[in-house]
Every structure is written in C-alpha cells, then in structure tokens.
C-alpha cells in the first residue's frame, strides 16, 4: 500500500510542475516574488509626471520627491549591460571664495580636469565605473591587453539600483544621492586646511533642477550643499572659514557634475619634447618593445584641422579657437583681459593659420561659464589675494583638450595697484587722477592684466611656464614669453622720479610663437593629419640656435635651485647687474615715499601696507642674482640635438652676484628715514595689522628692526640654502677658481660694516643684520641637508666667530652686549648640539599672490 501511494504521490507532482512551468508568466511572478521586488516597468511608465530632458544622458526630475533620474542607454556592447564612455568632469559653480584651501583655492567655476566613466549593469545593480588608463597596452593581442588591464584595480565611483528598463536596454536609475554627494572633496581640503571635519548635510542641501539640463553632447546636474561641522555642529572652526562664511557652521555651496560625450575620432596625439614648452600628458605601455621606455608622452592640446589639408600659410581652421572672458570681470579690466588674451592669434598666424583661428569675445549674456562648449576666462573674488591659473578640461584617452577654463583673482589688480601707488607717490595734491587715462597706476594694472590674461591661457593651449624666457637679450618693451612671470620694469625718469610707462611689454613673445608652432602646426601628407617628427624638431633646433631655451618650475621655483637663468618676476639678461639697477630704483621710490602714496581721508597707517612692497621691491631679482651662486648653467639634452652640456657659472659672474646680494644687508639701505618714521602711526580702529604687514615686536607701533630683519633674512635664506652650499663646496673642489663656501660666509660677515661714526637707528639696524647672520649660519651648521663638507665648514666658521666676539669685543655696550649673547649662543651650540633648536626665521610678508 505504501509503495501504491508513493507512485501516486509522485505523479501528481509532475503533473503540477509541469502545469507550473506551462502558465504563462508564472516562473517570472514567481522569480521575482522569491526575490522581494515587482517585474520593472518601462522607463516612460516610472517617468511619468516628471520633467523629462532630453539629451546624452536623458534626465528626469521629480520634483514632488527632490529626486532626479538618470536614463542610461546600455548600448556600449552587445549584452546591453555596459554605456558608452564619457569624459565626466566636477566643478563649483559657486564656492568658498579662499586662495587658502585645496592648493590653489576653491573657487567659483573651479572645474576637474576629466575622467573617463562608464555604466556597468549587472542584474538589479548599475555601476559607474572609471576605467584604469594609467596602464595601457599597446599589443593585438587580446591576452596581452587583459593581462595588463586585469593587472591594477579600477575605481568605482558610484552604485545604482535599476528603477525601470527598456527593451533596447535603456536604464533608469536614481541617481539623487551621488549628486548630492561631495564629489569636489570640499571637505576634504576645509579638513587639509584645518578648518574642521564638515560633512554634507542632506537636510539642507538640494538638487538644483533650474541649473539641471541635458543636451545632446552633455548632460549636467547641480546641487545645492551644506556643509556642517562635526555631529553637534558646536565644535570650532577655522579662521578662513569664519572670514568668508556668514555662519561657518553651514557652508553652503555649489557643485555640478557634467557627463560629456567623447570627442569624434580623428585627433593626432602629438609627442612630448621636454625642450618644447608643454605639459606632459602620459601613460605606461607595458606592452612597448625591451629597451624602450614603458611612459608615452603626449602634449596636451585642442584640435585644430585645416580646411584645406594641402595648405602651408594662413589656413582656415575647420573650427578656429575661441575663448570667453567672463561678463563679471568690470571695465576697464574686462577690455583688457580680451586683448591680452587675443594676443595668441599672433602665434597661431605664425604657425600657418590665417588671421582669426584664435579668437576671444565676451561671453554672450546668460550663456553658462560652466558650459563645456565654452573655453572662459573667468573672474573670480576671493577674500585675499591668490594665484591665477589656467585648468583644462582633457580627454583622457588622448591628451585632447575639451575645455580651457582660466581662473583670474580679482585681487591681483588690486595688489598691483597698491605697489605702483608705492613707487610713484602720485598723490602730491591728495587727490586721485583726473581720468582713467592720466591714472598712472591703472595703466600698469590693465598691461599686467593683459599678460595675466594671455598667460593663463597659454596654459590651458597646454604650454608650461618657461622661467627662463626672461634671461633671453632683448628690448624692454619686447615680450620673449607671456608665459614667464614678469618683474614690472621699472625706470628712474631724468626728475629721478620712478617711471611706469613701460612696466609691462604688449604682445606675444618670441619664445610663445615657438611653442604654438611645436604644438599646433598641423602636418599633412596626401592629405592626411601625420605628426612630421623631423619638422617638429627643425622648430626646437632653430630656436635653439637662436639662444631661445626651455627651463620651467622644478628648475625655478625651489630657493636652492641651480639655474642662474631662471627665475620668477626678474628681468635683464644678467641678474647681477638688473639687481643694481632695481636697488637703484628702490632707493628713488623711497626717497619719495610718504604721505603723497596715499589719497586725502586715509589712515596714514595705511602707509604701512604701501610700504611691504617698495621696501621689497628687491626680494625677487635678489633670488635670480643669488642662484648665479653655486650655479650651474644647463638644459633639458637630449642626446644628439646639439645643445650645450652643464658648466658652472662663470667665477666672475659668481662674484659679481655676490656682491649685488650683499648690497640687500647693507645696513644703510635696510635703514627707513626718520621722516618717514615720523608719519607712521599705530593702526587706527577698523584697519588692523595682517599678515601683508611687516612683524613687530614693539606692539601697536611699527617696528623698523622688524622690517629689516624679514628683508635680511630673506636673503640670509638663499645665500646659507644647504643645497647651495654644497654646491659650492663641491664646485671649489673641481675648480679653486670657483667661490668657496669659507669666501661666501665671511664676505657675508664682512657686509654690514659701517663708517665710523654712524649713530640712530643705523646702529641698530646693523646689530640687528648682524644677529640674523649669526642664527642663519647656526640653522645652517646644524642643518641634517648639509653634506658633511658643508657642515664642517659652517661650523669652523662659527668657532672663529665666536673666538673674534669674545677676544675683540665692540667699543660700545650694545656692540659688547650682542656680541657676549651671540658668543654664548654659538657656545652653546657647540657644548649641547643635540638639544639646539634653531630660531626660527623671521617670516617675511607673501611677495608672491598668497595661497601657496
């Protein structure tokens, strides 16, 4: 009987499962009952009643929830479960207004440079996805490619879950939360800048649908968010953060986030060349034969195509370049930066393209700076003065220039005003100029906008600094490269009134038109785009010949760099001799520099802010003489092009460096007249003391020994750098002829003297020179960068020191006094140098825009 009912048993549970497999939909109801969700409905279905944007990506807003939904077409393979790619890019429309956070600053209109993205889907789930184009191969192989691309990790950037889907694969996912997140790292750099841990609070922070579009070559969402201060938001909170924010419990913001489509094939990557002028855009080939470097170099750069691929001279471009400069920039300065900025249509005409390949207009009104489509310049404010800069949207895959977006500080205008206020004293009746046109200053101001302007852009043409374009012999008013950065060239007028006029040169330089032909002369053969490598290295050669060269940041900007050509905001061909004439001029500016640098009804305290930079005024030719000093002249060789090969600078040269250097301890010219004394008061209510003024240490008073203490140490630091240093010794030990360290240390020491007889403040400025060399030759004895030879040296120096104050102590009591305390400090050095702790140097106001 129970092997009856078994049989019978079974029977009936085929005939069931086969009537379950046989209803229609059944296995479908059933799978997706097992797994908790209903069968997904048409992406029009789950849409409707929102507000549908057509575009590359299509968008739908719900504005009844706040959520804002992503139509993703998953036609990138076959399977319909991957997009197509495309360059996705971040920005801040609106921002914090600091130079002081996240590098440059974060700054309105501040834009990523791009990444390449795609949607994955796998089941319910849709990633975005950022493929790895780091490591590239280069093989046919298809093995070959994975075993690379399976090598490194890629980076998933967000995950979605499908809301509704088409038949032709189309997805709808929301994607509210991912644009709600902080993808420009604001709390990233406000944590880096010490200004407190903030995170995005969703309850106050929105999408933005007004500024939400979509169109057929890109699609943007922005957002509105609130950055708060730690769980109870009662935590403190950074001084730059409370300077600009009305509460800086709550930072409100904006970001947007744009998915743009991929540019047509047909771009020509063109090679990098360390001596041509550009950045470089680069990747691994692991793949590229034994023996040959695994990094491609590329330039970045826009495309540019000839419509008639067979022409040599003033060819019309398929789309010329063509640039927009911000409507909130006000006049005159808007003006200028459009001209400044179209003086690179001169480049490009001398790279064989016709008048008008390079254009700038206005930006057309209610046109979005943030729009792709457009290349900006833009004008942002900021609460203090900070850098430029010139960012570029580019296409990963290619080096290929999307975007050019400057950014121009408001503030530069500002501090470049202030300095020639400080150098002309044009105020003699206390009035301000008639007119703009007898506006001495604003005339400077506007030529240094017009270089800021074409420099920065420069940038985003792909073009690097060269800090060596300065050095090149030419004309006052003849430009060599916007692409350096100009000291004002400042004369001394037969009156020996200083002279403005010719502050800044107009024009594209010399060496400008030497790097657009590298970068955008385009090479046809049987009327196909090729790269001429013999053609693109005739250009590098024959300016080479000319005695044009190429040296940028690494080799300019650190203090103990060797290079005695190049350098930030100098002029002249010898730095020597340009540093006597700037103290030339300095000395004229402050013979006059007085109550006339500032208008009728100001504080006369302001006198002290006018005062930074003209008592200064050297600092920045001071450190190209100085690097002549244990210098070693060369250039980026490349075997076979022909160019010199390093040699240490001449010995005279050396020399003569020094003793322009030195000029900047003397003490009578680090001395401010007593007149000048007299009209500085402390500073009134409403205008305090900040970090642009000189330090004091005699309390609301200016401080006179503070002054030149910052100047002197200033210079202290470039002639005892460590690097420097070793350099002399180890230049003297292959040439006697070279400055040896011993000869720099003691003519320093030798610097300061005095005439007999000298009395006031003087004296006391000299005491204090004199006390700033002692500590800087103990920071550099105990300094661990020195070589052993370095350190030896400094050190012997010291202890002859110390035996001259002891045994020869000064005819005064101050003299006797400094001299017993600075025995005892190098005494003490010597007896515990494991306990000494250098004293700090004497910070000196930012010279160059603040930020870094």
């Known amino acids: 009987m129970l092997d009856v009912l078994k049989g019978c048993m079974s029977r009936t549970l085929t005939f069931l499962f086969a009537l379950f497999l046989c209803a229609p939909g059944v296995f479908a109801s059933a799978a997706t009952a097992a797994s908790g969700s209903s069968p997904l409905p048409a992406v029009s279905k789950a849409t409707a009643g929102m507000k549908h944007m057509p575009g590359l990506i299509s968008l739908d807003w719900d504005a009844h929830n706040g959520k804002v939904y992503l139509e993703i077409p998953m036609d990138g393979n076959a399977a319909h479960t991957r997009s197509p790619e495309y360059i996705y890019t971040h920005s801040t429309p609106w921002s914090v207004g600091t130079s002081h956070l996240g590098g440059y600053g974060l700054d309105r209109g501040q834009i990523s440079s791009g990444a ?135 930072v409100t913001i904006r970001e947007r986030q744009m998915f743009v489509k991929l540019p047509a094939p047909g771009y020509v990557p063109r090679r990098f060349s360390p001596n041509a002028g550009y950045f470089d855009f680069s990747y691994r080939d692991y793949d590229a034969p034994l023996g040959e470097r695994m990094a491609q170099q590329f330039i970045p750069r826009h495309r540019l195509i ?105 503030g530069r205008g500002r501090q470049d ?25 604003l005339q400077m101001v506007l030529a240094r906008l017009r270089q800021l302007a074409a420099h920065e852009t420069g940038h985003t043409l792909g073009l690097a600094h060269n800090f060596a374009a300065s050095s090149y012999p030419h004309a006052p008013e003849q430009t060599v490269s916007v692409m350096d950065y100009p000291a004002p060239y400042v004369t001394v007028g037969a009156d020996g009134i200083p002279d403005v006029q010719h502050a800044y040169p107009v024009g594209i330089g010399i060496w400008d038109k030497v790097a657009i032909d590298y970068g955008y002369r385009e090479f046809d053969k049987d009327g196909q785009r090729y790269e001429d490598t013999a053609a693109l290295g005739k250009i590098l050669h024959d300016a080479q010949s000319r005695g044009l060269i190429f040296i940028t940041d690494a080799d300019a900007r650190p203090e103990g760099s060797a290079h005695p050509d190049a350098h930030l905001w100098d002029n002249g061909t010898d730095a020597a001799t340009e540093l006597d004439r700037v103290l ?6 402050m013979k006059q520099f007085g109550v006339d640098a500032i208008r009728e009804g100001t504080p006369l305290a302001r006198l002290e802010d006018l005062l930074v930079p003209l008592y200064l005024f050297h600092r920045y030719q001071t450190v190209a003489a100085a690097k002549e000093i244990g210098g070693l002249d060369y250039r980026y ?171 020869q102590p000064g005819s005064d009591i101050e003299d006797q006094a400094l001299d017993a305390m600075e025995a005892e400090e190098i005494h003490a050095f010597f007896k515990y140098p494991a306990k000494y702790v250098p004293a700090p140097a004497v910070q000196a106001p930012p010279g160059m825009p603040i930020g870094d």
């Open 637 to 807: 060789n490349v075997r076979g092009d022909g160019q010199m090969l390093p040699k240490m600078v001449a010995p005279a040269e050396q020399e003569h460096a020094l003793k322009s250097v030195l000029k900047t301890l003397s003490p009578a010219m680090l001395t401010l007249p007593e007149p000048l004394l007299q009209v500085l008061p402390p500073r009134p209510p409403g205008l305090p003391r900040t970090v642009e003024d000189f330090p004091s240490r005699t309390g609301v008073t200016f401080d006179p020994l503070g002054a030149a203490d910052s100047a002197a140490d200033l210079t202290l630091a470039l002639l005892f750098n460590p690097e420097r240093d070793n350099r002399l010794v180890q230049y003297h030990a292959e040439d006697a002829a070279e400055p040896s360290l011993q000869s720099v240390i003691e003519a320093t020491l030798d610097s300061t003297a005095i005439p007999a007889g000298t009395t006031g403040l003087e004296v006391e400025v000299k005491h204090a020179v004199d006390h700033q060399i002692v500590e800087a030759l103990l920071r550099l004895a105990a300094n661990p960068g020195d070589s052993a030879e370095t350190a030896a040296i400094a050190r012997y120096e010291l202890t002859k020191l110390e035996k001259h104050l002891t045994t």
């Open 116 to 250: 390449i993205v795609r949607f994955e889907r796998t089941g319910p789930k849709v990633l975005l996805v950022q493929p790895n184009l780091d490591f590239r191969s280069s093989s046919s192989s298809a093995a070959e490619q994975a075993a690379v691309k399976e090598s490194f990790p890629v980076s998933v950037l967000a995950g979605f879950k499908v809301a509704a889907e088409n038949a032709d694969g189309t997805v709808l996912v929301d994607a509210t939360s991912y644009f709600l997140s902080d993808v420009h790292h604001i709390t990233e750099a406000l944590a880096q800048g010490h200004q407190g841990i903030y995170h995005v609070d969703l309850n106050r922070s929105t999408i933005l649908p007004g500024q939400t579009k979509a169109f057929p070559d890109n699609s943007v969402v922005e957002a509105e968010l609130t950055f708060v201060e730690g769980a109870s938001e009662l935590g403190p909170t950074g001084k730059i953060v409370s300077e600009v924010t009305p509460n800086p419990r709550a």
């Open 417 to 441: 005003y202030l300095i020639a206020e400080a150098l002309l004293a044009p105020y003699k009746n206390g009035k301000p100029p008639a007119d703009e046109a007898h506006d001495a200053a």
């Open 584 to 589: 030339t001029v300095r000395e004229a500016a």
């Open 306 to 410: 000839k419509k008639d691929p067979h022409c040599v001279t003033d060819c019309q471009a398929v789309t010329p370049l063509h640039y927009y400069v911000d409507r909130g920039a006000p006049e005159p300065i808007r003006q200028a930066l459009v001209e400044g900025a179209s003086w690179w249509d001169q480049a490009f005409q001398a790279a064989g393209w016709a008048p008008g390949t390079f254009k700038v207009s206005v930006l057309p009104k209610g046109a979005d700076p943030m729009d792709v489509r457009y290349n900006i310049i833009q004008w942002v404010n900021r609460y203090t003065r900070g850098w430029s800069y010139g960012a570029s949207v580019v296409d990963p895959r290619t080096g290929e220039i999307i975007k050019g977006n400057v950014t121009l500080g408001g």
